[in-house]
């Protein structure tokens, strides 16, 4: 299992856990736009760090952009391995040719 696997997994667990005491609980709790408005701070952050050429914070946004997204797809019962089945399904196509099917 990677970490990304067992991120996902926490993030599942914790659904249903007190917001008082767990981050990802209070985040779900607000519901799936406040989890969207959040995975798109973080990716802005990610930018920034990004155009900045800092690579240790640029690492540092990327980890919290994979969170909050996983934070948000999870708000709206996507899993990870609904994702990564998305991916693999897209395996050995053309970029463009997979953008051109999508219209």
Known sequence: ??????????????????????????????????????????????IIEAVRGDRARLTAEAADVLYHLLVMLAAREVTLADVQAELARREGTSGLAEKAARG
């Open 1 to 46: 299992m990677t970490p990304l696997d067992r991120l996902a997994a926490t993030i599942a667990a914790r659904k249903g856990a007190d917001p008082e005491t767990s981050w990802t609980a209070k985040l779900l709790a607000k519901g799936p736009e406040k989890c969207a408005e959040k995975f798109g701070e973080e990716a802005v952050e990610a």
